[in-house]
T-cell receptor, first 113, second 115 residues
């Protein structure tokens, strides 16, 4: 069945460091891919998405490219800030296989000044 | 407010008791999901409602779990005879259209602790 595997955390970086959080997926057909973020004390919110191969989603300096050949959707940011400290979830939805959004286990990021 | 609202935010109950968790989705959103988030785990799908269609209950872990959505709006998740392994954060999300068509908007969750 469809699934998402993402890099385990926690991840601790210094401010202005480069961030990569790996995400790979298993799915039939052509899923849509998402990154959601959960800031401390808040609900999950959409960070970015890509709906077809080679699309790049971007928001708040974060980027992720939908790579069908490697079934990946890695999250990157060139220079993290303290305010980026949060838990990041990779997710997919696939209307070919049902109604669910499949989420990874989440990666906790802490950025220190 | 304009977001997804869940209540209670925290619930502590004794093993064997029944609990009800409520979700008020964003007005006009036809799709509503319940997920469960346990410590160190991803989000576990529980149930999905889309408009007036029969719900997708494929994620409910046992027959102690049930959910309904009245009038295509507010939803209630009921857990009967709670067990300690039911302790988790229960998340509700709504979406403007059917599954896979767009963004999920999440509530802040209901944290359930079963003693």
């Amino acid at each position: 069945g469809d699934s998402v595997t993402q890099m385990e955390g926690p991840v601790t970086l210094s401010e202005e460091a480069f961030l990569t959080i790996n995400c790979t997926y298993t799915a039939t057909g052509y899923p849509s891919l998402f990154w959601y973020v959960q800031y401390p004390g808040e609900g999950l919110q959409l960070l970015l998405k890509a709906t077809k191969a080679d699309d790049k989603g971007s928001n708040k300096g974060f980027e992720a490219t939908y790579r069908k050949e490697t079934t990946s959707f890695h999250l990157e940011k060139g220079s993290v800030q303290v305010s980026d400290s949060a838990v990041y979830f990779c997710a997919l939805s696939n209307t070919d296989t049902g109604n669910q959004f499949y989420f990874g286990t989440g990666t906790s990021l802490t950025v220190i000044p | 407010g304009a977001g997804v609202s869940q209540s209670p935010s925290n619930k502590v109950t004794e093993k064997g008791k029944d609990v009800e968790l409520r979700c008020d989705p964003i007005s006009g959103h036809t799709a509503l999901y319940w997920y469960r988030q346990s410590l160190g785990q991803g989000l576990e799908f529980l149930i999905y409602f889309q408009g007036n269609s029969a719900p997708d209950k494929s994620g409910l872990p046992s027959d102690r779990f049930s959910a309904e959505r009245t009038g295509g709006s507010v939803s209630t998740l009921t857990i009967q005879r709670t067990q300690q392994e039911d302790s988790a954060v229960y998340l509700c999300a709504s979406s403007l259209g059917p599954a896979g068509t767009g963004e999920l908007f999440f509530g802040e969750g209901s944290r359930l602790t079963v003693l």
